[in-house]
């Protein structure tokens, strides 16, 4: 009888997490058509708030990721944040922590997925297809409106994954700093370190990141800048960037 008990608590902690991502996940589901029929704009606060659950449970359940915030995000000014791109985990990551409506730029293949693809276009994400530098243009001037009607939205410019093993930047793409300048908008740097080839981590060990805000730029401290000068400044601050003081 005591087994079967042991047995029973078991597996109510081991399911009971996954039982509740997958509710939580049919419920979002069910928003598609209806947030899709009243027309609600990306930059949404139920939107949002559910996509921030969604995503926190995940980390949680399937990645077991705690992620650290060092420092803080304005909620009050409109922005672009860029960060250095070290892990298949750092669009979930930060998009945990940053409690403010907020768009990334996920890989073209991702608009495959059925529902990932129609609730990531909800939010007014800014695909990036590597093959089709007309198509990303076209979705970098639709970015470019969604963060002009005030939407948040997170940039890689490295583009890729580039050495799983490595936190610094070797080069960020200067077109990618055209969304900020076009946008008109604050210019938000962050760095993302911890553990990052987290497919060898998944799911038998928990994994932790970091997520520091470096600094904050406004729109006339940088709109006179080149795409080509802006990028390389903001390689160096994220390389040379030691952490804060008060750590």
Known sequence: MQSTSLEIAFISVV??????????????????????????????????YLNRQMITLFNH???????????????????VIYSNHTSYSDALCVLEKVHMPMAFTPKVSI???????QWIT?????????????????????????????????????????????NDVE????GAFK????AQT???????????????????????RTVQVIGTYDYDSIKE??????SNQMMQTINTFTGHKDQ
Request: charged share 20%; no cysteine.
């Open 111 to 117: 608009l495959k997925i059925p529902f990932i693809s």
């Open 122 to 166: 909800l939010l007014g994400s800014f695909p990036v297809d590597r093959n089709n530098s007309r198509k990303t243009l076209e979705n970098m001037i639709k970015a470019i409106q969604t963060v002009k009607n005030g939407q948040n939205m997170l940039v890689f410019p490295e583009g890729t994954v580039r050495d799983k093993y490595m």
């Open 179 to 182: 969304l900020v300048l076009k």
């Open 186 to 208: 604050h210019l938000t740097l962050i760095k993302i370190t911890g553990d990052i080839d987290v497919r060898k981590k998944v799911p038998f060990y928990p994994i932790n």
């Open 171 to 174: 080069n960020m793409k200067a």
């Open 61 to 79: 359940v399937f990645l077991r990721m705690k992620t650290t915030l060092i420092g803080s995000f304005d909620p009050t000014i409109n922005q």
């Open 15 to 48: 399911l009971t997490p996954f039982a509740a991502f997958i509710m939580v996940f049919l419920f979002l589901a069910l928003h598609i058509p209806i947030f899709k029929l009243f027309n609600v704009k990306s930059h949404n606060l139920y939107l949002n």
């Open 225 to 230: 800048i080149a795409t080509s000068e802006l």
